[in-house]
């Protein structure tokens, strides 16, 4: 193929993992940032976690505001910190209200469980979720291994969140935790694209930041696998250099080529760097793979 088509491929290739890129925001990004409209662009599907020490009425009021600027709110509903199924009912009656049609059901790495849900399988088997009118759910995986669970246990709870979705008639998707190896998350879709079938997966990665800010977020996260492959990259001031996630986006550019009815869909940031380098960085890769294909040739660390 001339370079010129290939160049094109890519392109579009590219563009297409970035423009259905979703991001992640603390409340307190999101109700204080002056100038988010700028940052990130209409209908973007913007993450609200629930920090551990975060009231739900701080999450309430970021998907609010993402909804009032025309943004896509995606809260986090952690189910180890619910109380009670009366709390539960309580706040996706609120976020119903709020128009919030999505969230991320997700276990929460709190240690002692708060209420009645251990887990995320416990959520969906209360049917607490069917009575109100979202459109979808998004649970996470975790390619790279998760610290605290066997990766069995981790495919049988797909298995069993597959099958609820059938059942329910419910939109499910997947966004993974980051990671750093290209590889893993490859292997990774192979080896689970069976038994996702037709489930979009959204890869997690890493936006912009210091390495030394990011290995600091991957020992808090039990990111150990793929550490060692961020560790391998060249230079001997490597901690005090700046990760981007270019060299992963393009590895999975190139798997999705190889691989046209890939589950792959699209990229989740999560923007330890802060979240206009992030935004910054989706803005830039928006644009034509023609404009800048003398930068970076491929590092992920410069």
Known sequence: MPRASILQTDNRCLQALVRSASIEATPRQILTAEHLPELLPAGTPVYVPFL?????????????????????????????MVESRGQLDDWLAQLHESQVDRLLLIAGDRDSVAGPFPDTLAVLESGILTRFGFQGIGFAAHPDGHPRVDRSSLTRALELKQEYARTSGTHLWVVTQFTFDAQVIIDWLQKLGTLLQEVPVYIGLAGPTRVRTLLAYASQCGIGASTAALLRQPGSARLLRAWRPDAMVRSLVQYCQENPETLLKGIHLFPFGGLQQSAQWIQHHGRSLEDHRSEANGLSIQ
């Open 52 to 80: 551990p020490r975060g009231q739900f009425s701080d999450s309430l009021a970021a998907c609010r505001r993402l909804s009032e600027l025309g943004m896509q709110p995606v809260p986090h509903l952690p189910a180890r």
